[in-house]
């Protein structure tokens, strides 16, 4: 069962202030566990580059082990720190960096280790065909393209500050993006020429959008982090959900969209 929520509907049930929730029927983990153990609600919040990977394992998770269901809260990995220093019940925290995974651990907020389950590098996203010809980051400081950024206090912003810096390339953004999906949107719905996202992004945008690659010797790659939250209200799930995604079946997933090992 998959159920998309408003984020009003999402402040109501005390899940946080995300854009959007997403609701599946679950359960929690392979490994040989009993799917009785494990019931109840759980609340993920997971960096809005994870939904479309997460969404597909919420969809297996369901299909080996009923009986759990699972909030995915997505969002910028800052605003879910926020979230949840403030009070929000979450029982997962995945971020998208290990430096917003170490403000919650600063805070004494997590129950162990967080466990990197995933590596993200980026590329610039661009309309299908490339109209514009762009080659690579250089291209971005023509002030005839419009070109959109995440913000910098979340971890695509930080990544594409990084870039441009070592790049040595001074870009003034049309607007600057809560979270990595805005940009792909601006980006897929023909309001910008570029944007410097995930390359799992790009990939997930399909044939609405095409990726230019970022040479290496500027571009950046970004830790995935897990864990379990230490309020969590459903903790030993929780630990079954985190072991499932740093698993076999859940590195398997990640994979097919485009993360890389840990």
Not at 207 to 220: F, K, L, T
């Amino acid at each position: 069962m998959v159920e998309w929520l408003s984020s009003a509907t999402v402040r109501r049930r005390g899940v946080g202030c995300a854009a959007v929730a997403l609701f599946v029927g679950l359960a929690t983990t392979g490994c040989g566990a009993d799917p009785a153990v494990h019931d109840g609600d759980l609340v993920v919040f997971a960096a809005s580059s994870l939904t479309e990977a997460f969404t597909e394992m919420g969809e297996a998770f369901a299909a080996e082990f009923p009986g759990v269901s699972v909030t995915f809260n997505f969002a910028g990995s800052g605003d879910l720190v926020t979230q949840i220093v403030e009070g929000a019940p979450a029982d997962v925290f995945a971020s998208a960096d290990d430096s917003n995974m170490a403000k919650l651990t600063d805070a004494a907020l997590q129950a162990g280790e967080p466990v990197v389950i995933a590596r993200n590098t980026f590329q610039i996203i661009v309309e299908p065909g490339n109209p514009k010809g762009i080659t690579g980051v250089a291209d971005l400081t023509d002030p005839d393209l419009v070109v959109v950024l995440c913000a910098d206090n979340v971890p695509c912003g930080k990544g594409a500050a990084a870039i441009l810096e070592q790049a040595g390339a001074t870009v003034t953004p049309k607007s600057l993006e809560e979270k990595v999906k805005g940009v792909v949107t601006k980006v897929t719905a023909g309001e910008a020429d570029a944007g410097i996202v995930y390359v799992t992004d790009v990939q997930a945008a399909g044939a609405a959008a095409e990726g230019v690659d970022i040479a290496a010797d500027v571009n950046v790659t970004n830790n995935y982090p897990i864990v379990v939250t230490e309020d969590a209200p459903n903790a030993d799930t929780a630990q079954a959900f985190v072991d499932f995604v740093a698993g076999a079946a859940g590195q398997a997933i990640l994979a097919k969209y485009g993360f890389l090992a840990p």
